[in-house]
């Protein structure tokens, strides 16, 4: 019996101390909507790096995370013309397209921005929403496992989508053919990955993988998140903050 309880003291000790290494960061937004703004870029376009320059320079403004959250979507149809962006995605190809067919348009361009759903035509820092949609609440434990809850303004239970991205920040690449042949190129707010998964009353869990191209020593990752109703293409509301 003595050996048996001891044992047990061994296993909640070690589950203990497993349990307080566990790095847990939380992230919450305010109940005003935080708006999510996107950028559709691509290494292979010369008109790019001025807008990821812009992009780059809201690292340091006081509403990052707090007013609008940016990220950076790289796509892959100017690979054509010589160059491979390492950070280019078809899903983020597909998802410019499908911004372009809910605006009827027929074309997509680069760089694009969108803000919450929606062409943006003059580039400038979003202000701060005066509408109230929700809380929305990630806890990232590990870096890697998101838990998310979404409590509306309004009290309203529907069914929701989660989406959850890593970015990565200071991102050099020297980029050799095409229209940036020859240029060194920084990066931030890029979308390594991407998850979406339903909300079941409010709630939901989803892994995001690790980053998996390497970053500067004294760069730093984060993990965004926002929630649409499903099928739409316009956040209710976004939260993000930057990883431990």
């Not at 965004?224 to 990883?243: C, F, H, K, S, Y």
């Amino acid at each position: 019996m003595l050996r048996l309880i001891l044992g047990l003291l061994l296993i909640t000790s070690s589950w203990i101390t497993t349990q307080l290494r566990a790095e847990t960061l939380s992230i919450e937004s305010g109940p005003r909507k935080t708006h999510l703004l996107e950028l559709f870029t691509s290494e292979g376009c010369s008109s790019c790096p001025p807008a990821e320059a812009w992009m780059s320079r809201l690292k340091e403004n006081p509403g990052l995370w707090h007013d609008f959250v940016p990220i950076a979507f790289h796509v892959d149809y100017w690979d054509r013309l010589g160059w491979r962006d390492p950070f280019a995605s078809k899903a983020w190809t597909a998802r410019q397209y499908e911004y372009s067919e809910h605006w009827n348009s027929g074309s997509v361009y680069t760089p694009g921005f969108v803000l919450d759903g929606r062409e943006m035509q003059n580039r400038s820092v979003p202000s701060a929403a005066v509408e109230t949609t929700g809380t929305l609440k990630i806890s990232v434990i590990d870096g890697e496992k998101v838990a998310a809850s979404f409590q509306p303004a309004n009290g309203e239970t529907k069914t929701l989508e989660l989406h959850v991205a890593r970015l990565g920040f200071g991102l050099n690449v020297h980029v050799k053919a095409g229209e940036n042949s020859g240029r060194k190129l920084l990066h931030d707010f890029v979308v390594l990955s991407l998850e979406d998964v339903q909300m079941v009353g409010g709630k939901a869990e989803v892994k995001v993988p690790r980053a998996p191209i390497s970053q500067d020593a004294n760069s730093r990752g984060a993990v965004v998140a926002w929630v649409t109703e499903p099928g739409q293409t316009e956040p209710i509301q976004a939260a993000g903050g930057w990883l431990l």
